[in-house]
């Protein structure tokens, strides 16, 4: 898959005209046993709140179509990590990123690269449902409103919400508040919300961290059936799930300067979900994914 993000996703309008480059966009270059080219390739990258080193040296590749968990210890940067994907920590202005993070082949942190773009590709669902104050339908309409849809809006409501498994339980409410949804309910609409704009990649950060067992089922379950259409990352403190629905799994932890105290995450391991959980290779993810600290 070669994708421009220097233009808009299918069928939707750029809101602003925004710069380009000139440069020519890399063709992807296959890579894995298999020939597969990674969603993701990130090489090196390095990521800073002003002076403070918040991520050092972080080099993996993200495959397409599976469900990729971000695990560690609070403070590792599991949620930095994931903001990188889709240009989000850029809304802070210390942050400051070096290295490469090459989506589809491309370089999104190249100059050029407008990251309104880069987030249509890549949509993002937050730790704590955050519907707007409008009815269920304006709630999934939204971004596809504002980028100049020119489809069907109500069959792109009902796709989306039928994708995120929402459709049976409001498809007679579509005027009700968002608001009046149950959390899980409101999880859901914003996933149906991040799709309506047709992504390539949905990032999860911590999805169901504010959920009860029963709605974690049912988005671990949506995860499952969303990854045979989109790729996904997910950050998750849980380890029960992360080993449960997570195909790939990469393992942060935290350094310290012991001279000043000055503290950063770093990628210690990565490989298969099956692999990390039973077989680490580091003696610093056993011990986190047995409990005995974190």
Not at 47 to 54: E, P, R, S, V
Not at 201 to 220: F, G, K, N, W, Y
Not at 286 to 293: A, C, K
Request: with cysteine; proline share 7%.
């Amino acid at each position: 898959m070669n994708v421009d993000i220097h233009k808009t996703a299918p069928q939707l309008a750029p809101p602003l005209a925004l710069p380009t480059t000139s440069q020519t966009i890399p063709q992807p270059v296959p890579r894995g046993a298999d020939g597969e080219q990674p969603v993701f390739a990130v090489h090196d990258l390095n990521m800073h709140y002003g002076k403070n080193l918040a991520l050092k040296d972080v080099t993996m590749d993200i495959r397409p179509r599976r469900i990729t968990a971000i695990i560690g210890p609070s403070g590792c940067g599991k949620s930095t990590l994931i903001r990188c994907f889709n240009r989000m920590n850029e809304l802070i202005p210390s942050a400051r990123v070096s290295g490469e993070v090459l989506y589809h082949g491309e370089n999104i942190y190249a100059p050029g690269v407008d990251p309104v773009v880069v987030r249509r590709h890549i949509g993002m669902v937050f730790q704590r449902p955050n519907p707007f104050p409008k009815s269920i339908y304006e709630n999934v309409a939204f971004g596809a409103k504002i980028n100049g849809y020119k489809g069907d809006m109500d069959e792109l409501v009902e796709r989306s919400l039928r994708r995120a498994a929402l459709w049976d339980e409001v498809k007679n409410q579509l005027k009700k508040s968002a608001l009046d949804l149950s959390g899980g309910q409101q999880q859901r609409l914003c996933i149906a919300r991040a799709i309506a704009v047709e992504p390539d990649v949905i990032l999860m950060d911590e999805p169901a961290s504010a959920l009860d067992p029963i709605a974690t089922v049912r988005i671990e379950d949506l995860m499952q059936e969303l990854k045979q259409d989109y790729s996904i990352v997910i950050v998750t403190h849980n380890m029960q799930q992360a080993a449960r629905v997570s195909d790939e799994t990469a393992f942060l932890y935290t350094e310290v300067d012991e001279a000043t105290s000055a503290r950063w995450g770093i990628l210690v391991e990565f490989g298969e979900t099956s692999q990390i959980f039973t077989r680490p290779r580091d003696k610093r993810t056993e011990d986190y994914v047995s409990g005995r600290f974190g």
